[in-house]
């Protein structure tokens, strides 16, 4: 549920509060409400959405009207963000026509580059790249620094300077995001292992909270792994419903419609809700930072 009055935060190590299962939520009694504080960092999370198909637009027509109620003013992406051909018309059919509402209200979009993804999209103005193939970027005033990877060529450059930049970053939130899941429940990709072995001892070592992803088509929220939150978000234009297999790791999943992210960030809590096409909250909860 949008809005209202949050519970008591809990502290401690990294923690999520949720509603587990893999349909919609029975009960809007067991959501976590999102705060809607003024001073908060209120983001949106995106993946696997640049077909220009119906879907997509309904889904860009859903997160205006969660817009409405909680003015998030970024969205991260998590790859895959142009299918197909890439000429200016493409990017204005598949991007800016179904987000027009969130642009002309100034939302900023921030990329990662997925392996649909030409290298050249990191010199594409609205996904605010500033033609890097990897990249940080501060909140605009909060104490929260993100990292976008190339998650597709995992070079030992990007790795010497994703570590340089973590261990330089003095924000309280180091939040990781990028296409291809270190954890993933997926039948079609499922798990990274050999991307998890690159980056997950970077991720514990330097305090890296929650980690954004894509690639498999459904939403997946993955029990904490060594306290970090590991999210799939990667239906936002392509769904692959029933992939989403039985898994231990599982904390949360939906894979029968397409659905986005949004999270807010208050101090040392981040509540997020995933939120289906129609409307519907299907996972939601708290997460305490790692310190």
Known sequence: MLGGCAAQPTRGPVEVQGTPGQQPTASRQAETPLPNAPDSLKFGVLGDFGTASRAQFEMGAEMARVRERFPYELVVTTGDNIYGSERPQDFARKFEAPYKAL???????????????SREQRNYKLFNMDGKLYYSFKAP??????????SGYMEPDQVTWLE??????????KIA?????LYSSGGRHGSDIRLREVLEPLFLKYNVSVVLTGHDHFYERVKPQQGIVYFVVGAGGKLRRGNLRDSPITAAGFDTDYSFMVAEILGDEMYFNAISRTGRVVDSGVITRRK
Do not use: C, T
């Open 141 to 150: 005033k909060q104490n929260v620094r993100f990292f976008a990877l190339e």
């Open 103 to 117: 642009l002309d209200a100034g939302v900023k979009f921030y990329a990662s580059l997925g392996n649909h993804d």
């Open 164 to 173: 340089k930049e973590l261990a330089g970053a003095r924000e309280d939130w």
């Open 177 to 181: 995001f990028f296409h291809h899941p």
